[in-house]
């Protein structure tokens, strides 16, 4: 018998670094998937994460064919029955038209999760794959993860994609709020081994601080110590540090404004927020703020970044406003080794540039905006049973919203109580246990793709990678998105297979010519990867700003509905009791939030559950112990799991990973049997859970009180 071995280049797919790896292909089986060595830019760098996704690929419980639920939704275990392609886009498409027939296009609710937005072919055509369906209904992790970033941007530079990264490679000295690079690899900017870098800043002489509630494991003797600030006060942080460099340090004022509108109205907000007021807040020496701003000041590069850690916070919109203002006060904004526009394929920030007006408008649930068009997902469950317009069917593609959006209880009603459950996915989810219709999807080794998402001017080190699909899909596996540009056939809408059955390859190309590449091109190259050229970071201002002027909007109007709630926020701070305990979000590098639970090997030893990570001086306090059942409980919800003792933590933070509580998911063996708890019952829904100006849903810093379980 002969057998036939074959090594194919391509990518992963979890995370935003898209990470080259090779795979092993024995009789059109991926036997092996290890780091590309020959990679251009990763040069063998990856995660466990990775290499670990050949168990995805390899997994028993995959979905492999379309599924139709027997059983009423109600009964928290779907009844499954395998169904043909044909059937169940036929009776799919019935049942949607008559819903919108019924009730109006907006009577179905999207909800596009994270692992889209990392698939070049899917994301470059989600407009166009979305439209035929006619809602306005658009919901997707954005508000759970950088929504702040989106409004922010959209106001500050007058579009939505345009984020000027941390120049790594170059800076003297990086700021890094609310992040941890090692377990995450960080979010949008895409950098290969960022802890590499960020020793490297170290090496040459440079400074790295991270400002986190938690000693971060990113934080070692080689990058750089931790500024350990209190939950969600960043905000003041930022504020102080500008504080001092606009008033005490000195700028150059015409540069400044040779780049930068309305610095005077910034400045009078930032007037009142001297380091000596916000330092009690902060829960940080004034000495300590002050020595960040006048090294950030001096260094002759400093770049500064923020994540989820800060994203998620009540104030993340204005953070980012106060962040890129240091930025240009210093001189750093749009130039090398401070923050900037890293050009990959084309500049294509104009796609997404601002419309004119006001964004906000009237609702049963106040004046509220959407964000590129999707609403705030800790909304969901009132919009959907709103009565006026309610939603009666929901469309899941790549998503897990029962387990990463806000809301336990009310969610779970909410999505119950609809008419129709359309899931896309690798898995029969939590949320696809509560689908009609469970749809099968191709994993990445499966389709072919190219990294188009360089294209948003976040890659540190610019590059366009092609990946052929390593084997063909198994079973009746299909790609997200012929499934839904097959179903808006069904429904007799335009599509995009109009275009034929490469048609999600059309875009992708042409975004490709703006670099000068083809995919045929990509396909002739060492790991079928291009390697683009660097731009000059002027490219900020003469392409990437999409505001009328070319400058950065130091003060948009929108901010001026930060304002009462800046110092409304201060002034509950400053009264709040001592012992308050301030939820916060964490990740572990054994998980990618709601999914790959289901690997053995990413279920090791202290790997099992989620549990409450606490300060042992706020355990003891409390009469609590290493290993204790704990209640803790929100204004939302409240939930169970088990007390980890953390002295990384400040004292009166407490950490949680999402993504957990899969008992839900009884098709997952291994994800069910250490199923964890749902931390999202804790998060808060309704009016008011969210940041008006961004639709940012809380998430961070959110009071929650701990006592022994019952
Ligand atoms: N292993 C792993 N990697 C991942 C993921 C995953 O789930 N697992 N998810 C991926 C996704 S979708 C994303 S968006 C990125 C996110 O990447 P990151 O944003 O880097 O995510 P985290 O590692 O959760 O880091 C958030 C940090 O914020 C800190 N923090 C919490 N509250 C506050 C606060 O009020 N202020 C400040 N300054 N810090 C605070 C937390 O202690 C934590 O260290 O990671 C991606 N990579
Ligand atoms: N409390 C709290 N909640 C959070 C966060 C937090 O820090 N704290 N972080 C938020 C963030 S940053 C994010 S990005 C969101 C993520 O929120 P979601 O995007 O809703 O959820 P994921 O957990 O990423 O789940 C993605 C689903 O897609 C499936 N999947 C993976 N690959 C594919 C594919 O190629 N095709 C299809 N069809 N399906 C696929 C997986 O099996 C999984 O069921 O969670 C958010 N929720
Ligand atoms: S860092 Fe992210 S992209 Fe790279 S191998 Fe790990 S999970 Fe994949
Ligand atoms: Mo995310």
Request: net charge neutral.
């Amino acid at each position: 018998m002969t057998t036939s071995i074959r090594e194919v280049h391509t990518y992963c797919h979890i995370c935003e670094p898209g990470c080259g790896l090779l795979a092993t292909v024995q009789d059109e089986k991926v036997i092996k998937l290890q780091p590309d060595r020959e990679h251009p830019i990763h040069q063998g760098y990856s995660c466990h994460k990775g290499v670990h996704y050949l168990s995805v690929h390899q997994d028993p419980d995959r979905l492999d064919r379309p599924l139709r639920r027997r059983n009423p939704r109600s009964e928290a275990v779907g009844d499954f029955e395998p169904v043909s392609w044909d059937v169940a886009m036929a009776e799919m498409a019935a049942r949607l038209n008559e819903i919108q027939q019924r009730h109006g296009p907006d009577a179905l609710a999207f909800y596009q999760g994270n692992p889209s937005s990392m698939v070049g072919s899917y994301y470059a055509n989600a407009g166009a794959l979305m439209r035929p369906f006619r809602t306005r209904m658009h919901f997707n992790p954005g508000s759970q993860d950088c929504a702040s970033k989106f409004a922010g941007s959209e106001a500050i530079f007058g579009s939505m994609t345009l984020h000027p990264i941390p120049d790594l490679l170059h800076a003297d000295y990086f700021l890094c709020l609310g992040s941890n690079p090692l377990v995450s690899h960080m979010s949008l900017i895409h950098v290969s081994d960022p802890m590499e870098k960020i020793r490297a800043i170290r090496r040459r002489g440079g400074k790295t601080v991270f400002v986190n509630p938690r000693r971060i494991e990113s934080s070692t003797p080689e990058t750089g110590e931790v500024l350990l600030i209190r939950p969600d006060t960043d905000v003041y942080f930022l504020a102080g540090v500008l504080h001092e460099i606009a008033f005490h340090l000195g700028f150059d004022r015409a540069a400044a404004e040779g780049r930068g509108s309305h610095l005077d109205e910034l400045l009078e907000v930032v007037r009142a927020w001297p380091i000596e007021r916000v330092a009690g807040v902060t829960g940080l020496a004034v000495d300590e703020i002050r020595q960040v701003a006048r090294e950030f000041h001096a260094a002759p590069r400093a770049a500064i970044y923020m994540s989820t850690g800060v994203n998620q916070g009540s104030q993340g919109a204005l953070a980012y406003l106060l962040l890129h203002a240091i930025s240009l006060l210093t001189g750093n904004l749009g130039r090398r080794g401070g923050n900037i526009y890293s050009k990959g394929l084309a500049v294509t920030t104009g796609k997404t540039r601002r419309r004119e007006g006001d964004p906000f408008f009237d609702t049963p649930f106040g004046n509220i905006r959407t964000v590129g068009g999707s609403w705030p997902g800790s909304l969901f469950p009132d919009i959907a049973q709103r009565p006026e317009a309610p939603i009666k069917a929901l469309l899941v593609v790549s998503g897990n919203p029962l387990l990463s959006m806000g809301g336990g209880e009310r969610l779970r009603k909410a999505i119950e109580g609809l008419e129709l459950v359309i899931v896309l996915d690798l898995y029969r989810s939590a949320t696809a246990e509560m689908a009609d219709y469970v749809l099968p999807a191709t994993d990445w080794l499966e389709r072919e793709d190219v990294n188009t998402l360089g294209a948003m001017g976040v890659q540190l080190e610019p590059f366009a990678q092609y990946t052929p699909a390593v084997v063909p899909p198994k079973g009746e596996r299909r790609d997200d998105w012929w499934i839904l540009a097959r179903l808006a056939q069904a429904m007799g809408r335009p599509s995009l297979l109009d275009k034929g059955e490469r048609a999600h390859l059309l875009y992708v190309e042409q975004l490709l010519a703006e670099g000068g590449l083809s995919i045929e091109q990509l396909k002739a190259m060492p790991c079928q990867t291009a390697r683009l050229p660097v731009a000059d970071p002027e490219i900020l201002y003469e392409r990437a700003i999409q505001n009328e002027d070319r400058r950065m909007d130091c003060f948009p109007a929108i901010y001026r509905r930060s304002l009462p709630s800046l110092e409304a926020q201060f002034e509950r701070l400053s009264k709040e009791a001592p012992g308050q305990l301030k939820l916060i979000q964490r990740r572990t590098n054994m998980m990618i939030n709601s999914w790959m639970h289901n690997l053995p090997a990413l279920k090791q030893g202290l790997h099992q559950d989620n549990p409450l990570w606490m300060h042992p001086q706020d355990a003891q306090a409390r009469g609590l112990f290493e290993g204790d059942a704990v209640r803790i409980s929100s204004s939302e919800g409240a939930i169970e799991a088990r007390l980890s003792l953390d002295d990384t933590l400040r004292p009166g933070a407490v950490a949680m990973t999402h993504g957990w509580g899969q008992q839900g998911a009884p098709a997952l063996r291994v994800a069910q049997r250490f199923a964890g708890v749902n931390s999202n019952a804790l998060s808060p829904t309704g009016p008011g859970s969210f940041d008006p100006v961004s639709t940012q849903c809380l998430m961070n810093g959110i009071p929650v009180e701990v006592r022994a379980a019952a």
